[in-house]
Structures are given as C-alpha cells and as structure tokens.
C-alpha cells in the first residue's frame, strides 16, 4: 500500500504496537513523526526507522498533558509542513480490582489514554481540516468492548475511545477525515509481557485462532486504515483479536 509522501505521526511510538507501526508506515513510504514519554528510546527508533529510506523524527511527549501535544505538533508541522495520520496509540495499564484500585490509578489511566487521545486529536484537528484530508486512527482495545475485572480504569478509558471515534468522525467527516479505532486483543509486547503466566494461558484458552496477535497483526489494520483502500470507512471498531471477541 502506498503512503509515498504522507506525513504520520504516531503517540507512544518508540516501542511496542505504536513502533510496529511507525515502521509498516515507514517501509510503504511515509514520512514519520514519533512521539513518546520514554526519551531514552526515541533516538535508535528513529534511526531505525530511517534505515526505511524515509525521513523521521522523535520528540518526548506526554500525551496526557495538551501542550505537550501542540508543541509535538508544531515541530512536526513546521518540519515536515503537514499531518496526514494521527494514530493515538500511547497507552498504560494500572491493573487491580476496583476495592484495591487507588483513585490516582484510575485518573492515570483515564489522563493518558483517554484524554491523551483527545488531546492529540485537538492538536492536529485544524491542520487536517485546514488540509480538507487526514486519517485519524485511535487505539482501543477489546476490554472496552466487554469489560474485564481487575480492569475498569483501562476497560472505561478504551470504551471512551471508541464514543471519542465516532463523535470525531462524524464532526470531521465532511472535511474529507476519516476516524477509526482499532481494537486490538491480546497482543505480545512489554505491556503484556509481565502478565503472570496462568493468566496469559487463560487469555490463549479463549483466542480461537489460538495464539497471540503480534505488533504486526494490528499495524497491518494501521495500514489498511491509513491507505485509499479504507477511505469509505469512517467511525468504525476494527477488532484484531484471533476471535477472541465475536
Ligand atoms: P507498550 O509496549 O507499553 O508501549 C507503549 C508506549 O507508549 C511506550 O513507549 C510508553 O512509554 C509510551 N507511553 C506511555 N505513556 C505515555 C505518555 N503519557 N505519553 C506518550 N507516550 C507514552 O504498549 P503496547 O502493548 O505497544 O500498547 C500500545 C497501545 O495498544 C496501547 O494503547 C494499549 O492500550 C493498546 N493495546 C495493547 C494490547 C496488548 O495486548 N499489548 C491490547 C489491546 C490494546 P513507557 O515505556 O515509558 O511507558
């Protein structure tokens, strides 16, 4: 799929599903804008990233605080002049069940996943609508769609983000911007590396397709979703998920 020339920028880029990403954008020819809060890995993802032939850059950002977003942005306009993709990926998990669950948690989680993908959406929304085009791809997840004990700060977070998707696409879909969630099931990164065995071995028992996604199988979704060939698709939850979820 072609993104010759299109300008992405992915939150949370520098590792995991965001970095898959930002290097399935990069070997199909776009132009990449990585931001996240872990400096220290910024500088050998753009590298690598580079090595695609492609130009990018990595700016620190803290999605959950808004100037962190517009100053992110504004570097990323005034170099590369425009933002054709948004994908808000940046996200955290504070897990414990609700008895347990201290209110800073649960106001973490909320902050950077949910008001960290509003606050990219605002930060970019001008210029896109400026661009009269522009694909806006948010990173859910299948607990917002059915909930899961021990996870009610991270399940209401992503079921926000998928009433943010659709408030969004239908506000922007009259300027040629299309928005769409992912939602991704269990997927081998850090985020879920330190899950205790038993629990990623009941997580398996339910994936009919059995075995767990890959940061490839939802950046291929990424892709679909930034290239021509989704451009009538806008508002929807695309579940990648092995049929975890049916
Ligand atoms: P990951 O490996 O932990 O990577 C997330 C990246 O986001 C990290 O580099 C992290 O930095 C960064 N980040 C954290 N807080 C940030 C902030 N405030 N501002 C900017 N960047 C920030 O996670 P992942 O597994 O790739 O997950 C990516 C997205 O997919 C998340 O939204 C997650 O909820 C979603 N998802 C994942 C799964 C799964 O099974 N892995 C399933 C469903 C949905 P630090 O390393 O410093 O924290």
Do not use: H, W
């Not at 059915?146 to 991270?154: E, I, L, R, S, V």
């Not at 300027?175 to 398996?204: D, F, H, S, W």
């Amino acid at each position: 799929m072609d993104l010759k020339g299109k300008i992405a920028f992915i939150t949370g880029g520098a590792r995991g599903i965001g970095f898959e990403i930002a290097s399935v954008y990069a070997q199909n020819g776009a132009n990449i804008v990585i931001g996240d809060i872990n400096e220290e890995i910024l500088e050998e993802a753009e590298k690598k990233l580079k090595e695609y032939g492609v130009d990018a850059a990595g700016y620190k950002l803290d999605v959950s605080q808004y100037e962190s977003c517009e100053e992110v942005v504004k570097k990323a306009i005034d170099k590369f002049g425009r933002i054709d993709i948004l994908v808000n990926n940046a996200g955290i998990t504070r897990d414990n069940l609700i008895m347990r669950m201290k209110v800073e948690d649960f106001d973490r989680v909320i902050s950077i996943n949910l008001r960290g993908t509003f606050n990219c959406t605002k930060a970019v929304i001008r210029q896109m609508m400026k661009q009269r085009s522009g694909r806006i791809i948010n990173i859910a997840s299948v607990i917002g769609l059915m909930g899961n004990a021990g996870q009610a700060n991270y399940a209401a977070s992503k079921a926000g983000v998928i009433g943010l998707t659709k408030s969004t696409a239908k506000e922007v879909a009259s300027r040629n911007i299309n928005v769409n969630a992912i939602a991704p099931g269990y997927i081998q990164t850090e985020m879920t590396e330190v899950l205790p065995e038993e629990v990623k071995e009941k997580m398996l028992e339910t994936i009919p397709l059995n075995r767990p996604g890959t940061p490839r199988d939802v950046a291929n979704v990424a892709l679909f979703l930034a290239s021509e060939y989704s451009s009538y698709i806008t508002g929807q939850v695309i579940v990648v998920d092995g049929g975890m979820v049916m």
